[in-house]
């Protein structure tokens, strides 16, 4: 993958979601399945507003 960090995929998606569907606002949650290193997952929430035009 191109990403190294889940934060970084979560802000790509965002974008993607913000300029393709123009919603004004959105709450994106991502996470991963951790279970080789004894973990459940990992997740990682953001909050992004379209830019005001």
Known sequence: SSFGLI???????????????????????????LHYLGMESASVVIEREADSE
């Open 7 to 33: 934060e970084a995929l979560a802000e790509a998606c965002a974008k993607i979601v913000l300029e393709e569907f123009r919603v004004p606002w959105l709450r994106l949650k991502l996470s991963k399945p």
